[in-house]
């Protein structure tokens, strides 16, 4: 298998990012504002959702009407086997 997508919350995008599993990210910045005392945070969950920094190179940004969709490529921080 040469490609897969996988689609989920913080807690599938940190198991896949603490096993070095994880080469690109897209992420898509829609004119949306959620609120209120029960509103997700940015990652999900608190601090230790990600315990270290992940650095990125931006590789693509294309978009539709009020929406942006942003590709990265992961730095990977140690040598791939």
């Known amino acids: 298998m040469c490609r897969l997508a996988c689609e989920g919350g913080p807690t599938l995008f940190r198991a896949l990012l603490e096993r070095d599993l994880i080469d690109q990210l897209n992420l898509t910045i829609a004119p949306y504002m959620f609120g209120g005392a029960k509103a997700p945070t940015l990652t999900g969950l608190s601090k230790e959702f990600l315990p270290a920094s992940v650095h990125c190179s931006l590789t693509n940004i ?9 590709t990265y490529r992961i730095k990977h921080q140690r040598p791939r086997s």
């Open 62 to 70: 294309r978009t539709v009407g009020d929406e942006c969709f942003l």
